[in-house]
Protein backbone atom coordinates (compact mmCIF):
# COMPACT_ATOMS: atom_id res chain seq x y z
CA UNK A 1 0.00 0.00 0.00
CA UNK A 2 2.96 2.30 0.89
CA UNK A 3 4.51 1.82 -2.57
CA UNK A 4 1.51 1.96 -4.49
CA UNK A 5 2.70 1.57 -8.12
CA UNK A 6 6.47 1.56 -7.32
CA UNK A 7 5.95 -2.09 -5.72
CA UNK A 8 7.18 -3.86 -8.72
CA UNK A 9 10.36 -1.63 -8.30
CA UNK A 10 10.68 -2.27 -4.61
CA UNK A 11 10.21 -5.72 -5.12
CA UNK A 12 12.78 -6.00 -8.34
CA UNK A 13 15.49 -4.16 -5.97
CA UNK A 14 15.06 -6.57 -2.86
CA UNK A 15 14.94 -9.67 -4.74
CA UNK A 16 18.12 -8.61 -6.48
CA UNK A 17 19.89 -7.58 -2.75
CA UNK A 18 18.28 -10.93 -1.73
CA UNK A 19 19.81 -12.78 -5.06
CA UNK A 20 23.36 -11.49 -4.74
CA UNK A 21 23.52 -12.40 -0.93
CA UNK A 22 22.73 -15.88 -1.54
CA UNK A 23 24.96 -15.87 -4.64
CA UNK A 24 28.16 -14.51 -2.21
CA UNK A 25 27.14 -17.49 0.02
CA UNK A 26 27.71 -20.21 -2.53
CA UNK A 27 31.06 -22.21 -2.13
CA UNK A 28 33.77 -20.68 -4.85
CA UNK A 29 33.15 -22.92 -7.79
CA UNK A 30 29.11 -22.46 -7.61
CA UNK A 31 28.95 -18.67 -7.21
CA UNK A 32 30.12 -17.06 -10.49
CA UNK A 33 27.18 -19.84 -12.02
CA UNK A 34 24.38 -18.81 -9.94
CA UNK A 35 25.73 -15.32 -9.83
CA UNK A 36 25.31 -15.07 -13.54
CA UNK A 37 22.33 -16.73 -13.89
CA UNK A 38 20.60 -13.98 -11.66
CA UNK A 39 22.10 -11.33 -14.01
CA UNK A 40 20.19 -13.38 -16.92
CA UNK A 41 17.17 -13.55 -15.44
CA UNK A 42 17.31 -9.95 -13.60
CA UNK A 43 18.16 -8.54 -17.94
CA UNK A 44 15.32 -10.52 -19.35
CA UNK A 45 12.92 -9.36 -16.85
CA UNK A 46 14.11 -5.85 -17.22
CA UNK A 47 13.83 -6.41 -21.05
CA UNK A 48 10.44 -8.00 -21.08
CA UNK A 49 9.30 -4.36 -19.42
CA UNK A 50 11.35 -2.14 -22.48
CA UNK A 51 10.17 -2.53 -25.70
CA UNK A 52 13.08 -2.31 -28.69
CA UNK A 53 15.51 -1.11 -26.22
CA UNK A 54 19.30 -1.13 -26.78
CA UNK A 55 21.13 -1.82 -23.91
CA UNK A 56 24.84 -0.44 -23.10
CA UNK A 57 26.58 -1.80 -19.73
CA UNK A 58 29.86 -2.53 -18.37
CA UNK A 59 30.62 -5.93 -16.26
CA UNK A 60 34.20 -7.30 -15.28
CA UNK A 61 36.05 -9.05 -18.17
CA UNK A 62 34.67 -12.69 -17.10
CA UNK A 63 30.96 -11.64 -17.74
CA UNK A 64 30.81 -10.29 -21.02
CA UNK A 65 32.72 -13.86 -22.34
CA UNK A 66 30.08 -15.20 -24.80
CA UNK A 67 30.95 -18.56 -25.23
CA UNK A 68 31.29 -21.12 -22.34
CA UNK A 69 34.30 -20.90 -20.01
CA UNK A 70 35.91 -23.87 -18.95
CA UNK A 71 37.31 -23.45 -15.16
CA UNK A 72 39.94 -25.62 -14.75
CA UNK A 73 41.03 -24.96 -11.22
CA UNK A 74 37.67 -25.89 -10.44
CA UNK A 75 36.89 -28.25 -12.91
CA UNK A 76 33.45 -27.05 -14.01
CA UNK A 77 32.32 -24.86 -16.93
CA UNK A 78 30.22 -21.47 -16.88
CA UNK A 79 28.27 -19.63 -18.78
CA UNK A 80 29.18 -16.12 -17.83
CA UNK A 81 26.37 -13.59 -18.50
CA UNK A 82 27.01 -13.01 -22.21
CA UNK A 83 27.36 -16.62 -23.08
CA UNK A 84 23.91 -16.95 -21.40
CA UNK A 85 22.41 -13.87 -23.46
CA UNK A 86 24.43 -15.49 -27.01
CA UNK A 87 22.65 -18.54 -26.34
CA UNK A 88 19.20 -16.78 -26.01
CA UNK A 89 17.85 -16.80 -29.55
CA UNK A 90 16.28 -13.27 -28.72
CA UNK A 91 20.02 -12.04 -27.98
CA UNK A 92 21.98 -13.93 -30.43
CA UNK A 93 24.51 -12.58 -32.69
CA UNK A 94 23.17 -9.03 -30.98
CA UNK A 95 26.12 -8.82 -28.36
CA UNK A 96 29.31 -6.86 -28.69
CA UNK A 97 31.99 -7.55 -25.58
CA UNK A 98 34.98 -5.48 -25.25
CA UNK A 99 37.18 -6.37 -23.00
CA UNK A 100 39.31 -3.98 -20.98
CA UNK A 101 42.94 -4.85 -21.37
CA UNK A 102 45.65 -2.69 -18.64
CA UNK A 103 49.09 -1.97 -18.96
CA UNK A 104 51.63 -0.25 -16.66
CA UNK A 105 48.93 0.26 -14.37
CA UNK A 106 48.77 -2.55 -11.42
CA UNK A 107 44.88 -3.09 -12.48
CA UNK A 108 43.48 -6.53 -12.42
CA UNK A 109 43.31 -7.08 -16.25
CA UNK A 110 47.10 -6.37 -16.91
CA UNK A 111 48.73 -6.88 -20.35
CA UNK A 112 52.32 -6.96 -20.97
CA UNK A 113 54.34 -6.96 -24.28
CA UNK A 114 55.69 -10.35 -23.22
CA UNK A 115 51.63 -11.70 -23.16
CA UNK A 116 51.00 -10.37 -26.57
CA UNK A 117 52.29 -10.40 -30.41
CA UNK A 118 54.56 -7.63 -29.85
CA UNK A 119 54.50 -6.84 -33.70
CA UNK A 120 50.54 -6.39 -33.48
CA UNK A 121 50.82 -3.53 -30.75
CA UNK A 122 54.37 -2.55 -30.40
CA UNK A 123 52.90 1.07 -32.35
CA UNK A 124 50.49 1.29 -29.25
CA UNK A 125 52.25 0.35 -26.61
CA UNK A 126 55.26 2.27 -27.95
CA UNK A 127 53.37 5.32 -28.67
CA UNK A 128 51.77 8.41 -26.19
CA UNK A 129 48.11 7.13 -26.53
CA UNK A 130 46.50 6.69 -23.41
CA UNK A 131 44.31 4.20 -24.68
CA UNK A 132 43.59 2.33 -27.91
CA UNK A 133 40.50 0.32 -29.25
CA UNK A 134 41.37 -2.58 -31.19
CA UNK A 135 38.87 -4.63 -33.70
CA UNK A 136 39.57 -8.33 -32.71
CA UNK A 137 36.81 -9.93 -35.06
CA UNK A 138 37.97 -8.27 -38.37
CA UNK A 139 39.01 -10.82 -40.59
CA UNK A 140 42.70 -9.95 -41.23
CA UNK A 141 43.18 -10.13 -37.60
CA UNK A 142 44.96 -13.13 -35.73
CA UNK A 143 42.19 -13.10 -33.10
CA UNK A 144 39.57 -14.20 -35.69
CA UNK A 145 41.65 -17.09 -36.66
CA UNK A 146 44.05 -18.16 -33.39
CA UNK A 147 43.09 -18.46 -29.84
CA UNK A 148 45.56 -15.19 -28.24
CA UNK A 149 43.97 -14.20 -24.53
CA UNK A 150 46.55 -11.88 -23.52
CA UNK A 151 45.35 -11.11 -19.57
CA UNK A 152 46.96 -12.45 -16.41
CA UNK A 153 43.93 -13.97 -15.55
CA UNK A 154 44.39 -17.76 -18.59
CA UNK A 155 42.11 -19.58 -19.86
CA UNK A 156 41.85 -21.94 -22.91
CA UNK A 157 39.65 -21.83 -25.73
CA UNK A 158 37.68 -25.03 -27.03
CA UNK A 159 38.96 -26.43 -30.15
CA UNK A 160 38.16 -24.32 -33.44
CA UNK A 161 37.17 -21.36 -31.03
CA UNK A 162 39.22 -17.95 -31.21
CA UNK A 163 39.37 -15.01 -29.39
CA UNK A 164 37.05 -13.05 -31.63
CA UNK A 165 34.24 -15.93 -30.55
CA UNK A 166 35.04 -14.73 -26.47
CA UNK A 167 35.31 -10.96 -26.99
CA UNK A 168 35.21 -8.54 -30.33
CA UNK A 169 36.60 -5.39 -28.79
CA UNK A 170 39.97 -4.76 -27.10
CA UNK A 171 40.85 -1.54 -24.92
CA UNK A 172 44.04 -1.42 -24.08
CA UNK A 173 44.40 1.35 -21.27
CA UNK A 174 47.96 2.49 -20.48
CA UNK A 175 48.96 4.39 -16.85
CA UNK A 176 46.07 4.24 -15.42
CA UNK A 177 45.97 4.47 -11.88
CA UNK A 178 44.35 1.88 -9.63
CA UNK A 179 41.08 2.84 -8.38
CA UNK A 180 40.83 2.61 -4.44
CA UNK A 181 38.17 0.47 -2.95
CA UNK A 182 35.41 2.45 -0.79
CA UNK A 183 36.62 -0.34 2.77
CA UNK A 184 38.99 -2.24 3.38
Not at 40 to 53: G, H, M, V
Request: hydrophobic share 35%; aromatic share 20%.
Amino acid sequence: KIFKEEFENFRYVSNNIQQMCISYLQPHNKWNIIRDNYIYKNFKYLDSKINDAKYFGQWGGFHILQETFYDEFNKSKIDFFASLLNKDKKYKGKILSIHYGYQNSGAVDKITSSQIDSILFDDYINSQDDAILFKLNNKFTPFSSKFIWPFEHKFKAKKDQYTSDYIQYLLMIKDSKVSKPLYK
